[in-house]
């Protein structure tokens, strides 16, 4: 909206009634302009709705938050980088432990760890989900290549944490050779279910 008014010119010799209505032709310009003023959040919504008018909605991700390492993918988890790669004694090295902190996502540099002599067991990288986090929580993960153990440990109280479901206390994360595997997992809490099972984390998205 255009603003028209007109602040008249000044008189050469000073007269009350010209300065009155220089004063009130401002003062009309400063109700206009304010009339006019949207908070910045309103701005926002209003492009918002032309965009869904317009058919230009912004597309929701179907997989976890992204983000540039140690950085923040604007709303979602914040991402930082765990090295899980070989190290000394490779291949024969014992595959690291992570513990994982509520409301953030990994990006992890998993790599092949050998079978250890005697029982030759599973010998892979291992991600622990937090301890008694509060109900809501999430955790993203994207692995590079490989496999890695996701476990839910136990709670407070000594019971199974179980994942997508009350039957098993792990998954175990497939990156392959080098296609990588990602999945975001949120803490449901007690999920009301007799027999000790009663706390349990689901995934909520997989892929990029």
């Known amino acids: 909206m255009a603003i028209t008014i007109r602040v008249p010119d000044p008189t050469e010799e000073y007269d009350a009634g010209n300065q009155r209505q220089i004063v009130r032709a401002i ?52 991402y930082s980088r765990l090295d899980a790669t070989v190290g000394v004694g490779y291949p024969f090295a014992i595959a690291p432990t992570f513990s994982l902190d509520p409301d953030r996502g990994y990006l992890v540099t998993n790599g092949y760890f050998a079978p250890i002599p005697p029982d030759f067991g599973p010998n892979q990288t291992t991600l622990l989900l937090p301890f008694d986090p509060p109900v809501g929580s999430q955790v993203g993960i994207v692995i590079n290549e490989f496999n890695a153990r996701v476990e839910a440990g136990f709670d407070s109280d000594g019971y199974q944490v179980t994942i997508d479901g009350y039957s098993s206390g792990y998954i175990t994360m497939n990156g392959g050779f080098g296609t990588g595997d990602a999945r975001t ?9 007799a027999f000790g099972y009663r706390d349990v984390w689901y995934t909520i998205a997989t892929g990029y």
Do not use: C, H
């Open 27 to 78: 003062n009309n310009v400063i109700q206009q302009l304010n009339a006019q003023y949207k908070p910045q959040g309103e701005t926002f919504n209003e492009i918002e709705q032309l965009s869904y008018f317009l058919g230009n909605a912004p597309a929701k991700p179907s997989g976890p938050a992204t983000a540039q390492v140690g950085g923040s993918s604007g709303g979602g988890l914040p």
């Open 185 to 193: 997992l949120v803490y449901f809490g007690d999920g009301g279910y």
